[in-house]
């Protein structure tokens, strides 16, 4: 079964440094993608960066990268230059593949970033 | 293209009450998601959808919850009887194939 596993309950960082945010997934499927996404105060979910099991090279949005390690089954974000609106609850979340019909994606526990002036 | 859309924004009900959650995808996408976000038990799939047609249910927590889609264009999540542990944010998120999962603003339930 598919698992995600962020260990970092919370962290800290201060504005215009970088951080990295911590995600290791489990999955027996070949064939599997990594989402990343941003959850602040007021609610709503977005999406910040997709990484396929199969893609060559880290995937990088703007400020958001993912440091995709796949032997060693992590997919940390990182964010360069924190900025304080980047405050937020963050999820890691993973979709395994089958017969190209979309899949579920389940979600890690999540990391609350402060991002201090 | 406005988004996945989710209606109410807010429901407050009492203990024993039918509740009916409802839920716009995106036009043209293939796949809905309903999941539920507590702090106990952060985010969890409940059920999602394929073309209409329910694939996994295994989240739904007990019978008092129901889905539909009866269309590509509306689903309802319905809990009948509600008790106040189904207080919740209630979130439905859209997708077509590889290309992203899009959620609603959610609906945050309160029975009590």
């Known amino acids: 079964a598919q698992k995600i596993t962020q260990t970092q309950p919370g962290m800290f960082v201060q504005e215009k440094e970088a951080v990295t945010l911590d995600c290791t997934y489990d999955t027996s499927d070949p064939s599997y993608g990594l989402f990343w996404y941003k959850q602040p105060s007021s609610g709503e979910m977005i999406f910040l960066i997709y990484q396929g099991s199969y893609d060559q090279q880290n995937a990088t949005e703007g400020r958001y990268s993912l440091n995709f390690q796949k032997a060693r089954k992590s997919a940390n974000l990182v964010i360069s230059a924190s900025q304080l609106g980047d405050s937020a609850m963050y999820f890691c979340?993973?979709?395994?593949?089958?017969?190209?019909?979309?899949?579920?994606?389940?979600f890690g526990t999540g990391t609350l970033l402060a991002v201090q002036p | 293209d406005a988004g996945v859309i989710q209606s109410p924004r807010h429901e407050v009900t009492e203990m024993g009450q039918e509740v009916t959650l409802r839920c716009k995808p995106i036009?043209?996408?293939?796949?809905l998601f309903w999941y539920r976000q507590t702090m106990m038990r952060g985010l969890e799939l409940l059920i999602y959808?394929?073309?209409?047609?329910?694939?996994?249910d295994s989240g739904m927590p007990e019978d008092r919850f129901s889905a539909k889609m009866p269309n590509a264009s509306f689903s309802t999540l319905k809990i009948q009887p509600s008790e106040p542990r189904d207080s919740a944010v209630y979130f439905c998120a859209s997708s077509f194939l590889d290309s992203g999962y899009t959620f609603g603003s959610g609906t945050r339930l309160t029975v009590v």
């Open positions: 036009s043209g996408h293939n796949s």
């Open positions: 959808f394929n073309n209409n047609v329910p694939i996994d």
């Open positions: 979340a993973m979709r395994e593949a089958y017969g190209g019909a979309t899949n579920k994606l389940i």
